[in-house]
């Protein structure tokens, strides 16, 4: 995922959500319903803050001191049954209310699991990147492909340890667990980019961990993902999404070490055994890589990261 990613993942978390205090706009079915839910408790506990917090401002001054002795009583106010039935009545009013709303809205939010849909795909989160692999076979870094205005079924599992997708402006989190399978979709109901990320805290670079749901026209949307999924942007991707979170967008080193300088990067079959085992701190971020997918990243960086042999570290 280029550099700049992250930066509008920022900006269009605090500003399309007007600095983080309501919900993104929604664009799929999904996310409506979730909106209505959070807007009907926000107007009702609104009301009822504002209520509150002005009774006690009004009481406040309307029963202050006014000079009186420490010692002499304030007014004494005694019991009223008709103020104390309604503000008995009007709690149990609001809370039916919300509860009726939300149990509206709630089985709306995720769709069911057996849900039809033409667009099927796996959702693997690992550490620290996600991938997404389509009904061909086919497979992207980070960055989801889908049609605009049909219902995508997304199969959501970890490769490692528990993270949670979550797109707010196409729907609800969902969790991605080691030895389970969950399911979840949306509808995007026009093209563009919108931004999630994973909301579990899932190890060091869990910040890193950001995705983009592509949406493109339906029409297009198999040349879109054709051109997308080819050898030369596969390789890229993996670079830039895994490789390049610890060692560097130039594989110059950060966290990890150096790689422009190892050729360990340029032999398939030692790039595999690391890619798929891990090495020292480093987890098994390929553990389910295709042969397809290793060759795309050495072929990747022979071009793009090696600049000739001056260390054998790993």
Known sequence: MPPSVGTSLLVSLLVAANGGFSPQHAHSP??????????????????IFLAVEGALVFFIWRY??????????????????RLEVIWTVIPVLIIAAIGTVIFIELPKITPPAKAASNVEI????????????????????????????????????????EHSYWVPQLGGKLQAIPGRVNHTGFKADRAGTYYGYCALICGPFHAKMETRVIAVDADEYQSTLQQQTGAQALGRTEFQGVCATCHGLQGEGDYGPALST???ITKSSALAS???????????????????????????????VYKGAGSSGG
């Open 30 to 47: 999904n996310a409506h319903h979730t909106n209505t839910a959070y807007w009907v408790i926000f107007v009702f506990t609104a009301v």
């Open 64 to 81: 202050r001191n006014r000079g009186r002795s420490r010692l002499a009583e304030g007014m004494q106010v005694h019991g009223n049954t």
């Open 122 to 161: 796996t959702v693997k989160g690992h550490q620290f990147y996600w991938e997404f692999e389509y009904p061909n076979g086919k497979r992207t870094i980070n960055d989801l492909y889908i049609p605009v205005g049909e219902q995508v079924r997304l199969t959501v599992v970890s490769a490692d340890v």
């Open 262 to 264: 190892n050729s360990v």
């Open 274 to 304: 690391v890619v798929r085992n891990g090495r020292g701190k480093m987890p098994p971020v390929g553990n389910t890589w295709t042969d397809e997918q290793i060759t795309a990243l050495v072929q990747y960086m022979k071009s793009k």
